[in-house]
C-alpha cells in the first residue's frame, strides 16, 4: 500500500470519527438550548477536555442560532454547555434588525445572552447605543449596560452610567448621571426613559433644562424632542435671565410659541424697578407676540422702588401696544394746555385732551399716529370685572381697565370709584395719570364726583360735569370741577370745630389740601364765576339730606390693603 492510499485512508476515518462526534454534539445541544450551528471558518479545530467538547473556528468564522447570527475573527464554541466566546470584530446579527459589534463576545445559548465589551455599538439602523460592557438579551431583545454609554439618536446625543435598551419598543431607560444634549437645550437628571421613535423624553425625578438662558427645573414629566413639546405635572419652576415661572402644572409648545401655566402660578419679573408680577390659577403666554391671559383669581403687581400697585380682576390679558394698534384702535390721550392750580391761585393751563364724552368716541374711533419711542414701554394691560387697584396713593375699583406703559395712564370704565386718603371720587369714565410710576393726576368726565367724610355722618362734596384731582408727592393737592359745578361743604373754625354748611353751585369749582400728618385734608374752597349759594348753621341743617346726585359713600368697596387684593 502506497503513503498517498494510507494518509487518504486516515483523512477518511478522521472525517468518519468527526462526524459521530458531532452528531453526539448535536444531540447534546438540543438538551441545552437551541443548536448552535456552524457555518464557517477558515480553520477548524475540535478539542475533548474532560467533559466538554470545543471547537475552534478561526479566520472569518460565523455561527447561527436561530435568526440569529454571530461572526468573529474567532469563535470558541463549548457545545457541550452551548456556549461560545469570540474576540475580534465581533457581530451579531439579530434577525436583521438589532446590529451589534465588540471586541470581545461571551455568548451563552441556553439563556440567549451575550456579554460584550470593549468598542460596545448596537445599531437598529437608525439609533446608535455605544459602551465598553453590554449585556445583551437576544431573546428579550434588550440590552443593558452599568459602567458608562452613549446613545446618538440623530441630533440627540444621551449618556448616563447605566443603561437598558428595549429593542421591540425603541425605549432606552437611562439612570444615574443623564444628560440629554440636543441642538436646542440640554437636560439632565438622574432618571429618564427614552424612546427612539418618537423621540420623546419622560423623567420621574429632578430634572434640570437649559435652553440658551432658560433653565426649566421639574421632578416629572415629558419633553418631545421633535414637535417641541414639554408636559410637567408636577410643580416646575423656570427661570429666565429676565424673569422666573412657577406653576403646579406646564405645558410648553415651543414651535408656536405658547405655553400655559395651571395652579398657583407665579411670575416674576427680575427688573425691580419698571417690572411686573403675576400671580395667577391659569396663566397663558404667547412668546412670539409677548402676550399672556391671566384668569382664576389673577393679580397684577406693578414694581416701583416704594409703592407698588396692586391689580386683581377677573381676567388680565397683556400683550404689546404696537401689535393692539393693527387690530383695533386706541384711544389717544392728548396733552393740550388746560387749567392746572396753584396754592396761590396762579392759573395754568393743562389739561386732557379728551374733555367730553363725544371726544371719547372721536379718539376711540381715530388711530394713534405717533410712533412708538421707546420699545420697554410697547406694552399694555386690561383688566375685566371686578377690578381692583391698591398702592398706598390710591386705591380703585371699576368694572374694566386698561392701563399704557406708553403713556403710563390708567382707564377705568363702568362705574369706577377711586380713593386717595379720605377723599372718594365717582364718575362714568377715570383717567389716571403716573409721573415716576406714582399718581400724578386723575382725571374724571361725566357724573364726576368728589366726597370726603369730615365727620361721623357730615361729608364736602364737589361735582361737576368734570373733575381734574392733582397730586403731590402721593398725596392729594388740589381738585378742579368744571361743568355745572356744585358743592356742599362744611365750613370750620380756627379751632376746626364746625360753623355752618355751604351749597353752591357755579362754573368752576376749586378745592385745596393741606397735609396733615400722612393725610391730606380740604383747607379751603374757591368758587368761580356765575355763583350762587346759601350758607346754613349747624343746627338748622338736615345733614341727612345734604347729598349731591349720585350720591354714594362707597367706603365699603374700598381695598383695605394689598392683602385685600392678594386674598382675592
Not at 102 to 118: H, M, S, T, W
Not at 479 to 507: M, S, W
Request: with cysteine; glycine share 6%.
Amino acid at each position: 500500500m502506497t503513503a498517498t492510499r494510507q494518509l487518504s485512508i486516515c483523512f477518511l476515518l478522521l472525517l468518519a470519527t468527526l462526524s459521530g462526534r458531532c452528531q453526539q454534539v448535536q444531540t447534546d445541544t438540543v438538551r441545552n438550548g437551541k443548536t448552535i450551528t456552524i457555518i464557517s471558518a477558515d480553520r477548524y479545530n475540535f478539542q475533548q477536555l474532560d467533559t466538554s467538547q470545543f471547537v475552534s473556528l478561526v479566520g472569518h468564522a460565523i455561527v447561527q442560532q436561530e435568526k440569529t447570527i454571530f461572526s468573529a475573527d474567532s469563535i470558541v464554541l463549548d457545545q457541550k454547555q452551548n456556549t461560545l466566546e469570540a474576540v475580534g470584530n465581533v457581530h451579531i446579527n439579530d434577525a436583521d434588525s438589532i446590529q451589534t459589534y465588540a471586541d470581545n463576545l461571551r455568548y451563552v445559548g441556553k439563556e440567549k445572552k451575550a456579554y460584550l465589551n470593549r468598542n460596545v455599538r448596537l445599531t437598529d439602523g437608525k439609533a446608535n447605543l455605544t459602551t465598553d460592557n453590554l449585556i445583551y438579551d437576544v431573546q428579550l431583545k434588550t440590552g443593558t449596560y452599568a459602567n458608562g454609554g452613549k446613545v446618538v439618536n440623530g441630533k440627540t446625543v444621551l449618556t448616563s452610567t447605566e443603561g437598558y435598551y428595549y429593542g421591540e419598543t425603541r425605549d432606552v431607560y437611562f439612570k444615574r448621571k443623564v444628560v440629554m444634549l440636543d441642538p436646542d437645550f440640554k437636560l439632565y437628571t438622574d432618571t429618564l426613559l427614552y424612546n427612539l421613535s418618537t423621540s420623546i423624553s419622560t423623567f420621574v425625578t429632578k430634572t434640570k433644562i437649559i435652553n440658551g438662558k432658560r433653565i426649566i427645573t421639574t421632578t416629572d414629566g415629558y419633553y418631545d424632542t421633535k414637535k417641541k413639546i414639554g408636559s410637567f405635572p408636577k410643580r416646575s419652576f423656570i427661570d429666565d435671565s429676565t424673569y422666573t415661572f412657577a406653576a403646579d402644572k406646564t405645558i410648553i409648545d415651543e414651535i408656536s410659541g405658547l405655553s400655559e401655566y395651571q395652579g398657583n402660578a407665579i411670575y416674576i419679573s427680575k427688573d425691580t424697578v419698571g417690572g411686573y408680577d403675576l400671580m395667577a390659577g391659569n396663566i397663558k403666554i404667547n412668546k412670539k407676540t409677548n402676550a399672556f391671559l391671566a384668569t382664576n383669581k389673577p393679580i397684577l403687581l406693578i414694581k416701583q422702588e416704594k409703592d407698588t400697585i396692586y391689580i386683581c380682576a377677573d381676567t388680565l390679558y397683556s400683550s404689546k401696544l404696537s401689535l393692539l394698534r393693527k387690530t383695533r384702535f386706541v384711544p389717544e390721550v392728548r396733552e393740550v394746555p388746560a387749567t392746572k392750580l396753584s396754592k396761590r391761585d396762579s392759573i395754568k393751563q393743562v389739561t386732557v385732551g379728551i374733555d367730553s364724552l363725544q371726544s371719547i368716541k372721536k379718539a376711540i374711533h381715530k388711530p394713534l399716529k405717533a410712533a412708538l419711542k421707546d420699545t420697554n414701554n410697547d406694552r399694555f394691560f386690561e383688566a375685566y370685572y371686578n377690578v381692583k387697584i391698591f398702592s398706598d396713593s390710591m386705591q380703585a375699583v371699576s368694572d374694566s381697565m386698561f392701563y399704557s406703559l406708553e403713556d403710563s395712564t390708567f382707564r377705568l370704565y363702568t362705574n369706577p370709584v377711586a380713593w386717595s386718603q379720605e377723599n372718594q371720587i365717582t364718575g362714568d369714565t377715570m383717567l389716571l395719570f403716573l409721573e415716576n410710576k406714582h399718581p400724578e393726576r386723575l382725571y374724571v368726565y361725566e357724573n364726576a364726583l368728589s366726597i370726603q367724610q369730615t365727620g361721623k355722618k357730615y361729608y364736602n362734596q364737589v361735582k361737576g360735569n368734570s373733575i381734574n384731582a392733582y397730586f403731590l408727592k402721593g398725596k392729594m393737592d388740589h381738585l378742579r370741577a368744571k361743568g355745572n359745578a356744585e358743592t356742599i361743604y362744611y365750613g370750620t373754625d380756627d379751632h376746626n370745630k364746625f360753623v355752618g354748611v355751604n351749597q353752591a353751585n357755579c362754573d368752576v369749582i376749586d378745592m385745596y389740601f393741606e397735609k396733615v400728618k400722612d393725610d391730606s385734608k380740604p383747607q379751603r374752597i374757591v368758587l368761580r364765576n356765575n355763583l350762587q349759594g346759601t350758607a346754613t348753621p349747624m343746627g338748622q341743617a338736615n345733614h341727612n339730606d345734604l347729598r349731591l346726585r349720585g350720591f354714594h359713600w362707597l367706603i365699603d368697596k374700598r381695598p383695605k390693603s394689598k392683602f385685600d387684593i392678594l386674598g382675592n
